[in-house]
């Protein structure tokens, strides 16, 4: 049975360092190729991270290196076809978010990757952070109850100079559907379909609030309801500190976390009316000291808020090699899109 | 002669088209697209033509290099995480070079750096010169020498693969208006609150207006082809006496907490250290707490502008009273008098 796959990644830009770095260590997975239109990027990521061939031209790098599994890591646009090119040769495709611009377009990208008989995974690696993992195991343990409310929030300050507000050479992001908010859209929806896979009604304000020809939409502010269950999504620029809050209620309790300054902040019932809000406050506290430590740690020892990323690729890695589905399904990524879909298609209602 | 300067709006790139511009050559001053122009000093001398470039876009730099005689590459990026500096200045290198080729231009001076000396393996108290030893382990240096490390690798590159006249001009820090305070003093701890590192370390320090003229020279002077060519002023002085002056001219520093270099070395190995075999070389450390930056900074070394003074025919024109003299006075250091100017005051000279 093969125990190793042979790993290829095409686009060697910012992300491509999570990818990378999980490629570079796993036992279950062999860096061949990476490949990227500038060689000089290429040849970088090559030896830094070890892999055994450049490219420059990926149908080429498919041709000659045959591998098993290819990361696609260029920027959104550019997905689709190198992906249809890639699951053509027949290989399974781990594809940075947004897998594509529109739904329509992930949809035959997705029944062409079932007709090849081949995997396409949508990178949704904050599902697998930790925290995330920590709130569904309280929900799957029925101490939040039934799910009731949702809150995915995202405060970053993508105006004030970075990859973003570059007027200079503006990133491609700008260019897709939702303008830079699609950069985070898959994340907050991914996590939204977590825990209310099955969304009914959507209602969505896209708005520029800072204005300008750059920024199609700086915020977005949307409620989403899945039978008696609701979900408020934001993004917002203006709002700091700049942070990642999911917050999730239950019929019986609910938990918090800044997926950013990861902490859980859990209020359950836990020794009847009286006591539960004194112990609550107690647990939580010590929870808020220690997070405090555990975060310093963390930045030193460089564990980033991808951390969710190399537990998602070891499990996606070995369902492959197990010939098992994935951590990530067609279903998943199919509920995150036509959410992300809904969404869109409530711009300019309001 | 005419030049492309890339970078041209920077710091030094400004001094660098003026200098150009006074030595009466055509500038080709390559800015990024959303660049103010009306605020550089020489935006409408008649020898100044702008180009506006993102270099780290590939698409139409070969055609603004047509009729070029050389180019001088400075632009490079000072900010942002590793990838974004990694854009900035290595995948636009790559692409002005690729560009070079296709346009068939020969002669490149690049602008690198003296981060890119290994500072740690060189033993203290060595003249830093152009054969000193270059970093052999770039993962444990800061982003910006990293990034110009791959830069020189691939200028190198280009030289050996193409039939091209190359020269490296590596500046030690360059100093002037606005950028007086130099991080060879030490490391910022909050927005106004350093931690001063030693005091006696010598500062290889260059004023701008000292540099820029080498720059230019660089082009100019056949002799500088293949040439690596270290630029730093004369009487380079410590950081004790660097600070002392700025200190006399009353110019504005922030507030420094002091520390022996011997200390803040024996702090930095020892966590070095204790990271290498306790934490397996996990932890990233602040810069200050990593030995090789650290080196990089504050090792006391020597330093010589020799082969600049030889093969360029170079002199530093400001000593560094004179350079902090101008550099807190109002005289329009980047002033440049038009061709006509010069030819109308030259007329009016003879004519009198």
Excluded at chain 1, 103 to 130: G, K, P, T
Excluded at chain 1, 263 to 270: G, S
Excluded at chain 2, 274 to 303: E, M, T
Excluded at chain 2, 339 to 349: G, I, R
């Amino acid at each position: 049975m093969t125990t190793t796959l042979k790993s290829a990644v095409i686009g060697t830009g910012a992300i491509s360092k999570e990818h990378l770095s999980f490629l570079a260590k796993s036992e279950r997975a062999h860096l061949a190729s990476v490949c990227d239109l500038s060689p000089a990027s290429a040849k970088y990521a090559a030896s830094r991270f070890g892999a055994d061939s450049v490219y420059a031209n990926y149908n080429q790098m498919l041709d000659e290196v045959k591998p098993d599994v290819v990361h696609i890591l260029t920027p959104p646009h550019t997905h689709k076809k190198i992906a249809k090119d890639c699951l053509e040769a027949g290989v399974h495709v781990f594809c940075e978010k947004p897998i594509t611009a529109t739904y329509d377009e992930f949809q035959e990208l997705s029944s062409f990757a079932q007709s090849h008989n081949r995997w396409l995974i949508e990178n949704h690696n904050y599902c697998f952070n930790e925290k995330i993992l920590a709130i569904q195991k309280l929900i799957a343990d029925d101490i939040l109850g039934e799910v009731q409310e949702v809150e995915v929030r995202v405060a970053l300050p993508i105006r004030d100079g970075g990859i973003f507000a570059d007027e200079n050479l503006p990133n491609p992001i700008h260019q897709m559907p939702a303008g830079v908010i699609h950069d985070f859209i898959t994340h907050i929806c991914s996590l939204v379909v977590r825990f209310i896979p099955d969304v009914s009604r959507v209602a969505a304000a896209w708005s520029n609030h800072g204005g300008g020809d750059l920024f199609k939409y700086d915020d977005l502010d949307a409620t989403v309801i899945a039978g008696s269950a609701h979900a408020r999504i934001r993004f917002s620029c203006h709002t700091l500190p700049k942070g990642f809050y999911v917050t999730v209620r239950g019929s019986k309790g609910y938990v918090e976390t800044d997926l950013f300054q990861p902490h859980l902040r859990c209020v359950i019932p836990r020794a009847g009316d009286l006591l539960s809000p004194l112990i609550n406050h107690f647990a939580n506290g010590c929870d808020f000291v220690g997070s405090s430590f555990i975060n310093f740690r963390n930045k030193i020892m460089q564990k980033t808020p991808y951390e969710g990323m190399h537990r998602l690729l070891d499990k996606t890695y070995q369902a492959l090699i197990e010939d098992k589905q994935p951590p990530i399904t067609f279903e998943d990524i199919e509920r995150t899109n036509k959410l992300v879909h809904a969404l869109l298609s409530e711009d300019k209602r309001f | 002669m005419k030049l492309l300067v890339t970078g041209a709006s920077g710091f030094l790139g400004q001094y660098v088209v003026t200098e150009a511009l006074r030595s009466g050559h055509q500038v080709r001053a390559v800015v990024r697209p959303m660049s103010n122009e009306k605020r550089l000093a020489w935006h409408n001398h008649a020898n100044v033509e702008f180009i506006r470039l993102d270099l780290r876009r590939k698409n139409g730099i070969a055609d603004e290099l047509k009729d070029v005689d050389a180019v001088i590459h400075l632009a490079a990026a000072k900010e942002g995480d590793f990838y974004t500096r990694f854009a900035g200045t290595v995948i636009a290198t790559e692409n002005l070079l690729d560009a070079m080729i296709e346009a068939k231009i020969k002669r490149l001076v690049h602008i690198s750096t003296f981060s890119v000396y290994d500072y740690l393996r060189t033993p203290s108290g060595t003249n830093i010169t152009e054969k000193t030893l270059i970093e052999s382990d770039p993962l444990e240096r800061d982003e910006y020498a990293q990034t110009k490390l791959l830069q020189e690798e691939l200028v190198r590159e280009f030289e050996q693969k193409n039939q091209v006249e190359v020269t490296i001009v590596r500046p030690g820090l360059v100093y002037g208006r606005d950028n007086l305070w130099s991080s060879l003093l030490g490391g910022q701890l909050t927005n106004n609150l350093w931690l001063r590192i030693g005091g006696y370390a010598t500062m290889p320090l260059t004023y701008v207006e000292n540099c820029a003229p080498a720059i230019v020279l660089a082009a100019e002077h056949p002799e500088a082809i293949g040439q690596t060519i270290n630029i730093v002023d004369d009487n380079l002085p410590n950081q004790r006496a660097y600070v002392k002056k700025q200190e006399k001219r009353k110019y504005p520093l922030p507030k420094m907490i002091r520390i022996n270099w011997t200390l803040m070395r024996t702090i930095a190995w020892t966590m070095w250290k204790y990271n290498k075999v306790v934490l397996k070389g996990q932890a990233r450390l602040p810069g200050i707490a990593n030995p090789v930056i650290l080196d990089a900074r504050f090792k006391h070394f020597r330093f010589s502008n020799l082969p600049a003074k030889e093969i360029l025919n170079w002199k530093p024109k400001y000593s560094l009273d004179k350079a902090l003299e101008r550099s807190c006075s109002n005289e329009e250091l980047l002033k440049v008098q038009q061709p006509s100017d010069t030819v109308e005051e030259k007329e009016l000279v003879v004519s009198g």
